[in-house]
């Protein structure tokens, strides 16, 4: 047996030893990182975000040739944003908002400072006014784990086939565990596509801890909700985000049911005195009214609480967009994709027997929220719904192609399939009397 003296002095050798192959404690760095793009509503403009880990100035250079030195500059702010996790780890988000983009025009950009610098991203500026047609990818609920969609996201987003994407709720899985580690990684993971495209976003129920801190935190969307509830326009269509969590996470305040509704119908009121220049009127919000999969949520129940409200009687969203003709409702949240029959109040309302989806009576909902994530895809009920038309369980996301003021294109995009097209219907409404449903 060592004497005690030789077993400290061994000690001593294995704590130094493991000291140099672990290295001392990484300084926090000034690099930027989780670079992500937004829009901010007003036309010619791009808002660009990011994270560094210590407070340094916030600056965006940019230009049109991707090999010669960035001729403009803007300057933004950044703001601390500390994580309620039990280390209560701090980050410092960027924000810089580039003005008097030329619509339709490819730009190059880094993000940082003299601390330390991106590398250099592309993005084309939105083109302005409603005469052109936008593309989309539209889903929900990606995780850090099990992204599935995403190595095929990112490889459309090089070819350059959308103009935006939508992100509708429930991110990471999530964005707070681990400290917000896991945030991190997802914000990371999702760079390649966020930061050349505009990535827009409404929350989902797996953002809620701690009042809905790191979504609000990390994401830049237009007006001054925090991101829980907005719009913006895009080509000949009105594009409204809004919470559906504000009806289930009711300790954060039931104000916040009345104020969204209460500002929805202003905006739709308003969308609707504008459908001469944007006809289209199209919401995304995370928890469906319908959906026919086999399990508790709040869609299966008749009286769903987004769909009728609070005690089934206040607030509900399906009159509303009914009452000022809301014409596609995007929804996630059920890890599946389901494309309903156009509906209200249980009423298939087909445009025709022959075409369903000509001169719709009411509204159509797609629920696309297979993009990948740990919680694996969600199984439909044994028998059909009769307001269903169509399930896909299997691993996607959805494309959106918005033609012009009568047409739209909806694709599902099948992962499992290796990019199959697995739901292909063009929705067509008449350019006369969209305000309400005939």
Known sequence: MCSFPRCWACCCLLLLFSLEVQGSPKPPSAAPEQVHLSYSGEPGSMTVTWTTWVPVPSEVQYGLQPSEPLPFQARGTFSPFVDGGILRRKLYIHRVSLQGLLPGVQYVY???????????????????????????AVFGDLGADNPRALPRLRRDTQQGMYDAVLHVGDFAYN????????????????????????????????????????????????????????????????IISFSTEVYFFLHYGRHLVERQFHWLESDLQKANKNRAVRPWIITMGHR????????????????????????????????LFYKYGVDLELWAHEHSYERLWPIYNYQVLNGSQEMPYTHPRGPVHIITGSAGCEELLTPFTLFPRPWSALRVKEYGYTRLHILNGTHVHIQQVSDDQDGKIVDDVWVVRPLLGRTMYL
């Not at 500026?125 to 409603?130: C, F, H, M, R, Y």
């Not at 999969?293 to 987004?306: I, P, Q, R």
Request: glycine letters at 8%.
């Open 110 to 136: 880094r993000c940082g400072s003299a601390q330390g610098w991106s590398r250099r991203f592309r993005f084309r500026a939105l083109k302005n006014g409603p005469h052109w047609s936008p593309r989309l």
């Open 175 to 238: 964005m707070d565990q681990d400290n917000a580690r896991v945030g991190d990684r997802f914000m990371k993971l999702i760079e390649p596509v966020a930061a050349s495209l505009p990535y827009m976003t409404c929350p989902g129920n797996h953002e809620e801890r701690y009042n809905f801190s790191n979504y609000k935190a990390r994401f830049s969307m237009p007006g001054n909700t925090e991101g829980l509830w907005y719009s913006w326009d895009l080509g000949p269509a009105h």
């Open 288 to 319: 469906p009214m319908y959906c026919s999969n086999a399990d508790l949520d709040d869609c299966t129940w008749h009286e769903s609480k987004v769909r009728k409200g609070l005690r089934g009687k206040f607030y509900g969203l399906e009159d």
